[in-house]
């Protein structure tokens, strides 16, 4: 059995295992002969989230000492979100050792001159404004999927970064994870055969998923900035529960399709080489946990994808998750007339395929795809509790090479931008009952 530790220090040291999930597999002595590259990279945390204690902050320490990183400040409008980082970061040794900086807002922490880089992990509907935000100042990015909850605040991140020299790393973390990078790499080398449906799942029974009840009583107005954390969502009173269980309120979170979805579509994106769905019908409620709640607890989707240009070709991607039942756990199903690669079991196999006794009768040969496994090392984890792990620690790895080699990282913007697009148009065929298109010319979402 591979240890954490183990694992992470053979991705980080062996230069073959690093190159083949994206990264640019420096030597230690390679950093030396980069311009700046003995000069302390020092990253600000807007947004003291739970994911970051649990996530993005031990991925981070995974690589800081080699790479010479420090954690130097925190934004967060809640004054214990604050304290509670100040106290995190004590004797860290990614962290500076006395000073550190604890803003307000974005705007103190990023008007000061000693942060170079920003990790964001505030509300999922204010990743993209203030990715666009950081960007403009002058500081790389790490933002956490999903990218943006309108189409509007994706145009207007994506425009920023795209208009700037700034490296940003959105967290999709199987774009570093060796096994997808294994099964991207066998369906682009032709031998799946063309993709003719997906199926995902992401299930859980968990009624306290993205419920923070204690924390809910003891928040106050006052000791927050509650106009600033509604950005440009609309002006409504004070509610506790928007501040801190927004994943499961509308339009602060879509939830299910921002928080899981996501992850999982970005893969269709890359394996297909296609940026968006050409459709999609979707449908849903809540069914189980009736605690105030808008977004729903089950939740399923069908997704037409192909070429905009061509409709003959295409494949169908089905989705579906729920709260209340953890039956069939996380699962990424790719099927072609062949087989299928299993992604829980890292396995390519034959099951499904074109079998001689129902080909001969219409003239075909046999169509099956020979068993093996994905030549990847390890299987990455995959389980709907998305904590410290290794995928998360290479995505972060690879963000942070990437700022000292100014090179463009595996999830760029546009990634965040084509997954929210799917995003949006599933919540938006969820709400309206309709079925929705997008168009690529227009870049506009489209209920038919």
């Not at 459709?279 to 997704?303: M, P």
């Not at 997954?419 to 009952?433: D, E, K, P, R, Y």
Request: glycine share 8%; hydrophobic share 35%.
């Amino acid at each position: 059995m591979t240890t954490r530790r183990d694992f992470i220090k053979s991705a980080a040291l062996a230069s073959a295992g690093v190159a083949a999930v994206g990264s640019s597999a420096f030597s230690a002595s390679s950093y030396r002969k980069i311009i700046g590259a003995n000069e302390r990279v020092r990253v600000g945390v807007i947004g003291f989230s739970d994911r970051f204690r649990s996530s993005l902050a031990p991925s981070f320490g995974d690589h800081a000492k080699n790479l010479n990183f420090e954690f130097m400040g925190v934004s967060d409008l809640w004054n214990r979100r604050r304290d509670e980082a100040e106290a995190f970061m004590k004797g860290k040794p990614y962290a500076v050792a006395s000073q550190f900086v604890k803003a307000r807002n974005n705007e103190e922490l990023l008007a000061r001159k000693d942060v170079d880089a920003v990790i964001i992990s505030t509300a999922d509907f204010q990743h993209a404004l203030h990715c666009a935000e950081a960007v403009k100042s002058g500081r790389d990015v790490y933002v956490e999927k999903p990218f943006a909850e309108s189409l509007e605040d994706a145009k207007t991140a994506l425009k920023a970064v795209e208009s700037s020299k700034q490296i940003v790393q959105v967290g999709s973390q199987r774009r570093s994870a060796p096994n997808y990078h294994a099964a991207h790499d066998y369906i682009k080398s032709g031998k799946f055969g063309d993709i003719t449906t997906v199926e995902m799942t992401w299930n859980v029974n968990q009624p306290g998923r993205w419920r923070r009840q204690e924390l809910v009583s003891q928040i106050r107005k006052e000791d927050t900035d509650w106009d600033r954390f509604l950005l440009n969502r609309p002006k409504v009173a004070w509610n506790p529960r928007f501040y801190l269980e927004f994943r499961l309120f509308y339009p602060y979170s879509s939830g299910i399709p921002g928080q899981w979805m996501a992850h999982q579509i970005d893969t269709v994106h890359w394996f297909s080489g296609l940026d968006a769905p050409r459709n999609v019908v979707a449908n849903g409620g809540i069914y189980t946990w009736k605690d105030g709640r808008t977004n729903v607890d089950t939740f399923s989707a069908a997704f037409d994808y192909g070429p905009f240009d061509d409709k003959s070709k295409g494949f169908q991607v089905i989705y579906s998750s729920r709260f209340n039942n953890e039956a069939g756990g996380v699962k990424e199903y790719y099927y072609s007339n062949g087989g299928m690669i299993n992604l829980d079991t890292n396995k390519i196999t034959s099951e499904g395929g074109l079998k001689e006794k129902d080909a001969k009768g219409m003239g075909l040969k046999a169509n099956l795809l020979a068993d093996m496994s994905l030549k990847a090392g390890d299987k990455i984890a995959t389980d709907a509790n998305t904590g410290t792990d290794p995928m998360t620690s290479l995505h972060m790895l690879n963000w942070m090479e990437c700022i000292r080699s100014r090179k463009e990282t595996n999830a760029p913007a546009r990634v965040g931008f084509n997954h929210s697009v799917a995003n949006m148009m599933a919540t938006q065929a969820l709400h309206s009952g309709k079925r929705v298109s997008w168009d690529p010319k227009k870049r506009e979402i489209i209920l038919s």
